[in-house]
């Protein structure tokens, strides 16, 4: 983990790393429900919705605005 970085980020980070089409299916999982990641393992309800909004966030400035 970078100095500062907290576990959220990290993840996000990790999960950024394999590109735009997974960023959307790892999304979607989230948005219906999904407990666990890939590579992540079993998050909280409340380390989800973070997970969730970064990764929203992100693809927002890529895609100038989210698909849906």
């Known amino acids: 983990m970078k100095n500062g970085e907290t576990e959220i980020e990290r993840w996000v980070e ?9 960023v959307y299916e790892h999304i979607d ?3 219906a429900g999904a407990r ?3 590579g992540i393992g079993p ?3 409340s380390e989800r919705r973070s997970v969730l909004n970064e ?3 992100i693809m927002a400035v890529y895609e100038n ?3 849906r």
Do not use: I
């Open 14 to 22: 990790q999960l950024c790393q394999e590109g735009c089409d997974r």
């Open 43 to 45: 998050l909280t309800l």
């Open 65 to 67: 605005g989210w698909r």
């Open 29 to 31: 999982a989230l948005q």
């Open 36 to 38: 666990e990641l890939p």
């Open 55 to 57: 990764l929203v966030s």
